[in-house]
């Protein structure tokens, strides 16, 4: 692997408390919603990076819903909700109390 770079990717299929340590989180949503809570801004790096991808392809059907934790918020917002097929969101945190699209 000379010169590649390897993220962690997480795969879920049910509701999940993302971890600090995740980069990719690929959700399958063929069978249900799914709702991912951030992990608490103020434990993350500034500038830390999460993205959230629907591999599952029935985001339209069954919404990923990716909320934030105890104040935090995403763009002003408590929550963001993904509705379309293979929908992909690309999230950075200030490392105090928010998150930010990019």
């Known amino acids: 692997m000379s010169g590649a770079i390897v993220h962690k990717r997480k795969f879920v299929d049910s509701d999940y408390s993302v971890s600090i340590t995740d980069y990719y989180i690929g959700v399958d949503t063929d069978n249900s919603t799914v709702k ?3 992990p608490v801004a103020s434990s993350m790096l500034d500038g830390q990076t999460i993205i959230v991808k ?3 392809g029935a985001a339209n059907v069954n919404n990923i ?3 934030g934790s105890a104040s ?3 763009d002003g917002q408590n929550t963001v909700i993904l509705e379309s097929p293979f929908a992909s969101i690309q999230l950075y945190c200030n490392g105090t109390n928010k998150f930010f699209i990019c």
């Open 36 to 38: 991912l809570t951030l």
């Open 65 to 67: 819903t990716i909320s």
């Open 54 to 56: 629907d591999e599952g």
């Open 72 to 74: 935090d918020t995403i």
